[in-house]
């Protein structure tokens, strides 16, 4: 991507709408919100790149979460297999840019960020950012491989008993339009309806708190982000030191100092706001590191010099 052109501040004043395009066509299959059922075809066998319940009516594809749950305890099925190898295609692809531009549920909290009331920052909450690999060891990977029914499968301990995209996308509009499945509500649902007004409650306040600090997906990707082929790229021979990139991120990250922290979901906001440019896209092998050191000693050369 060349520098000149204005690739990474068009993509990233469009964001918004790539956001909502990526939601409806993660959840094409409209109609099934008004029947109370769900979309069986074959492109269930295909994850979707983001957090998207597979019990949502709409739902294209699978949740790669969930997926990877569902058979992660028997050595019987190949899919887990296929589902790592896809997680590690979209990480060494895309990193968190995932997260920033293709994520409903992370969309979800934005939008609720949006509602005018007092904001807080999570500068000073930042180890429970370490939260969410913890979840996904023990609950994604851990758990379904050591507790297994007869069948030898384990339960999808993230998907039942926390993540808060289930109730939202599947149990409600399911209930609403379901009577059989109304009636079957439980406890188990309430305890996640519990957990879903609490994400909906911090959204408000905090900015994309689930994605910081629960979501195992985006704590895959993370992973990733430093060696995606996507990533953030800072010329520090236009950077003026202004530090309105770091005030505007709402994840917490410098990108002069660390411009692929496991942290950025490569949301744009840093580029909208440098005043001179300093701050874009880059996709490709080629992540100027040697560039950046050496724009970064001219930099303090020259300023040594005046």
């Known amino acids: 991507m060349d520098s000149k052109k204005p690739f990474s501040p068009l ?15 993660t959840n094409l299959h409209l109609p ?18 983001g957090l998207n319940c597979y019990s949502c009516p709409g739902a294209a594809g699978a949740c790669p979460i969930g997926a990877f749950q569902a058979v992660v305890g028997s050595s019987k099925f190949q899919f887990s297999y296929y589902i790592t190898g896809i997680l590690i295609l979209l990480g060494v692809l895309l990193g968190r840019f995932i997260c920033g531009f293709l994520c409903p549920f992370g969309w979800f ?5 949006k509602i005018p009331t007092k904001k807080l920052s999570t500068k000073r909450l930042k180890p429970l950012t370490y939260l969410k690999y913890v979840i996904l060891v023990v609950m994604v990977f851990l758990l379904p491989v050591l507790v297994v029914n007869e069948a030898g499968l384990g339960n999808p301990f993230f998907c039942k008993y926390l993540c808060p995209q289930g109730v939202l996308e ?7 339009t379901n009577a059989p499945i109304r009636a079957a509500l439980g406890k188990l649902f309430s305890w996640k309806l519990c957990v879903l007004v609490t994400v909906v409650v911090l959204s408000v306040v905090f900015y994309r708190p689930f994605c910081k600090w629960i979501c195992p997906l985006g704590a895959v990707y993370a992973l990733f982000n430093r060696v995606s082929l996507l990533s953030m790229q800072v010329d520090h021979n236009k950077c003026i030191s202004c530090g309105k990139c770091a005030r505007v991120c ?9 411009p692929n922290s496991t942290e950025c979901i490569r949301c744009g906001k840093c580029v909208s706001a440098c005043p001179t440019q300093a701050v874009r896209f880059r996709y490709g092998f080629d992540r100027g590191g040697a560039y950046s050191k050496l724009s970064q000693k001219t930099t303090i050369d020259e300023r040594k010099g005046d």
């Open 11 to 25: 993509l990233a004043r469009w964001r918004g709408l790539v956001q909502a395009c990526a939601a409806l066509l």
């Open 109 to 113: 909290q934005e939008l609720l960020h």
């Open 170 to 176: 599947g149990a409600i509009p399911l209930s609403l």
């Open 250 to 258: 709402g994840m917490d990250v410098d990108v002069c100092k660390t």
């Open 32 to 49: 099934n919100f008004f029947k109370g059922e769900l979309y069986r075809g074959a492109g269930k066998t295909v994850c979707v790149p």
